[in-house]
C-alpha cells in the first residue's frame, strides 16, 4: 500500500477497535504486515475480516509475529495482533479442561493450570512469546509429542473468524465429543489461511510429580538408534532423544552422539525407570534429576 493509503486504513480501521489499537508495525513486524491492528474481542476480529474482504485487503493474525514474518515474501496489509484478547475464560481443574483466548501465551496458561499441578504438556520454545492461536495456527512442538502428543491431541474446542465474517465453534468443553466436522484438527497447522483463532479449549493433565534426565554417549548414530530403540519398547519415557555431536556439544555435553531419556512419575515409579534405563544405557549412563534436569530439558 502507499504511505496515504496507511494512514487512511488506520482512520478507518480505528473507527472499529479504537484509535489507540491501530498502530505501526515494531520491529520485525514489519517484515510481516503494513499495519498492525489490536481488537479486543471476537466481534472486532469478524469485524475486521469483513471489511477485509469487502475492500480486497490481505490480512493474517499475529502472535509474535515471527512465523509469518518468515513465511511471507511480502507482507499484508493488516497483521491482526490478538494480543488484546488474552483472557481465561473458563478452567475447570476437576474436568482438567480450560478455555482461553488466543492471544494468552502459553506461558501464561500454564502459570494459572500449574497453581493446581496441571499444564497444558506441549513444549515448543519460548512459551513466555507464542500465543495459543499462534501454538494451533503453527502447531510447534517439542520433546514431549512423544508420550503426551502434539497440540493436536489437546484441542477439544475451537472459535474463529472465518470466510464472510462468520463467527464459527467447533468442539466443546468435553474431552469426548465426536459430534460435527473436528474443525480443531482442520485449523490446527492453517496458518492463518483458513480463518482468525478466537478462542481455544484444551484439555490439561496433571505435572508429574519428579522429572529425571538419563544420557549417555555413544561412537556412532548407529549404535545410539539401537539404543533408543531399546529404551523406547522396553519402558514409558515422557522424551527420547538422540543429538548428534553438535547438538550435545551445544547442551553442554561432550562431542558424541548422545541419547537423552526423560523420565517421570513419583519417586518410586522413577527410581524403576532408572534402573531400567542405566541397564540398557550402559555403564556411562548419567543420570540428573531436579532443578539440573530441568535446566537441561530446557536447553534441549
Not at 161 to 168: E, K, T, V, W, Y
Amino acid at each position: 500500500m502507499k504511505v496515504r493509503d496507511v494512514s487512511e486504513l488506520a482512520r478507518q480501521l480505528g473507527a472499529i477497535v479504537g484509535d489507540a489499537h491501530v498502530r505501526a508495525p515494531i520491529g520485525h513486524e514489519s517484515r510481516a504486515a503494513a499495519l498492525i491492528v489490536e481488537p479486543g474481542n471476537a466481534e472486532e476480529v469478524r469485524e475486521l475480516v469483513r471489511r477485509g474482504e469487502a475492500d480486497a485487503i490481505t490480512i493474517a493474525p499475529l502472535g509474535a509475529g515471527r512465523t509469518l514474518a518468515q513465511m511471507r515474501s511480502a507482507p499484508v496489509d493488516i497483521g491482526i495482533s490478538l494480543s488484546r484478547m488474552n483472557r481465561v475464560i473458563a478452567y475447570e481443574p476437576d474436568d482438567m479442561t480450560v478455555i482461553a483466548e488466543a492471544g494468552l501465551t502459553l506461558a501464561a496458561l500454564n502459570a494459572l493450570t500449574g497453581t493446581h499441578a496441571q499444564r497444558l504438556p506441549v513444549d515448543p520454545p519460548h512459551a513466555d512469546r507464542i500465543t495459543l492461536g499462534a501454538l494451533v495456527a503453527a502447531a510447534p512442538a517439542g520433546p514431549l509429542r512423544l508420550s503426551e502428543g502434539t497440540v493436536r491431541d489437546l484441542l477439544i474446542g475451537i472459535r474463529f473468524a472465518g470466510h464472510d465474517a462468520r463467527l464459527i465453534h467447533g468442539g466443546g468443553q468435553v474431552v469426548k465429543n465426536v459430534a460435527g466436522y473436528d474443525l480443531m484438527k482442520v485449523m490446527t497447522g492453517s496458518f492463518g489461511t483458513l480463518g482468525i483463532i478466537t478462542e481455544t479449549t484444551f484439555k490439561v493433565r496433571p505435572i508429574p510429580e519428579r522429572y529425571t534426565l538419563a544420557t549417555a554417549p555413544y561412537p556412532d548414530a548407529e549404535a545410539a538408534f539401537a539404543i533408543a530403540s531399546r529404551l523406547h519398547d522396553a519402558m514409558p519415557l515422557i522424551h527420547l532423544e538422540v543429538v548428534s555431536g553438535a547438538v550435545a556439544k551445544d547442551l553442554g555435553y561432550g562431542e558424541q552422539t548422545r541419547v537423552l531419556t526423560g523420565i517421570a512419575g513419583n519417586a518410586q515409579e522413577v527410581a524403576f525407570l532408572i534402573a531400567q534405563a542405566s541397564a540398557i544405557m550402559g555403564g556411562n549412563c548419567d543420570v540428573i534429576g531436579d532443578a539440573q534436569a530441568v535446566a537441561a530439558y530446557e536447553r534441549l
